[in-house]
């Protein structure tokens, strides 16, 4: 048997060890199962020489999963934290009167007011994390397109604050 398939029978053995770790590492056991999965596709794709210790091996690796995970959601969430305070800036409404849960109550009517085309745009550069230039690449369109259609959204969204703020 090669080092992969060895060590693949024992993610088999330890999966349950492992994805209870990983929740009481992230607290969702939604996301713990991501996680999980991530790791057995990039077992399957490795091509490790002998590893000394594979249960080690493999609870480093979840480890190292979920901080990665981590940093991407704490990306994902300071970039939409970044754009709603941006949105508020010419808006009567102080963000410091409200919870972040309000906060993103707001963002998503206003991402939900938003044309689909906007949406999509939105949710590449800053949901995902995308660089201009790699939403240009995907939305199949330019950097400046990309970048006026940024300008449009947040344009947009301050209107609908402010329009919400007369309510």
Request: glycine share 2%.
């Amino acid at each position: 048997m090669d080092s992969t398939a060895s060590l693949l029978a024992i993610y088999y053995v330890q999966r349950e060890r492992l994805l209870k770790y990983v929740i009481r590492l992230l607290g969702d056991g939604e996301q713990a199962q991501d996680i999980i999965q991530d790791m057995w596709l990039k077992l399957a794709q490795s091509q490790k020489s002998k590893i000394a210790s594979p249960s080690s091996y493999l609870f480093r690796m979840a480890h190292n999963l979920v901080i990665d995970h981590l940093r991407t959601h704490k990306l994902s969430i300071n970039k939409l934290e970044e754009f709603y305070l941006l949105s508020i800036q010419q808006s009567t409404l102080t963000s410091d009167s409200l919870t972040l849960d309000e906060r993103q109550q707001i963002l998503h009517k206003m991402l939900d007011s938003q044309p689909k085309r906007l949406q999509q745009i939105f949710c590449l550069y800053y949901k995902q994390g995308y660089t201009m230039v790699q939403v240009a690449d995907v939305a199949g369109i330019s950097l400046g397109q990309v970048h006026r259609l940024l300008n449009l959204f947040e344009q947009n969204c301050r209107c609908f604050l402010s329009q919400n703020n007369k309510k």
